[in-house]
């Protein structure tokens, strides 16, 4: 049974900081492409940014680029984002997401993950 748990969301101000992790278990972690996704209230869910199965191999939404970073620990089955200079528009649930490896095209679009974490709260204050 697959499963993925977020952690590190929470409440910050303006022009703060947060990492987000996500641990996974019941996959090869190592050969699954990660995702992060998040969705506001009233909005659909949006890519955020996926990394390969290496580190380099990366893939961000425009609205964060410079901003956040994705990273993975294979040997801790954890991929990591990095929140900085927060905006309030960061506000949203933030979702993690696998599919296995499929090639250098990480996949943006959600229906193209088989699995999902629950979501935790990112709420950025003004």
């Known amino acids: 049974q697959v499963q993925l748990v977020e952690s590190g969301g929470g409440l910050v101000q303006a022009g703060g900081s947060l990492r987000l992790s996500c641990t996974a278990s019941?996959?090869?972690?190592?050969?699954?492409?990660m995702g992060w996704f998040r969705q506001a209230p009233g909005k659909e869910r949006e890519f955020v940014a996926a990394v390969g199965l290496s580190a380099s191999s990366t893939n961000y939404a425009d609205s964060v680029k410079g901003r956040f970073t994705i990273s993975r620990d294979n040997a801790k089955n954890t991929v990591y984002l990095q929140m900085n200079s927060l905006k309030p528009e960061d506000t949203a649930v933030y979702y993690c997401a696998a599919v296995p490896w499929m090639g250098r095209n990480l996949p943006r679009a959600a229906p193209a993950y088989n699995y999902w974490g629950q979501g935790t709260q990112v709420t950025v204050s003004s």
């Open positions: 019941g996959l090869t972690f190592s050969t699954y492409t």
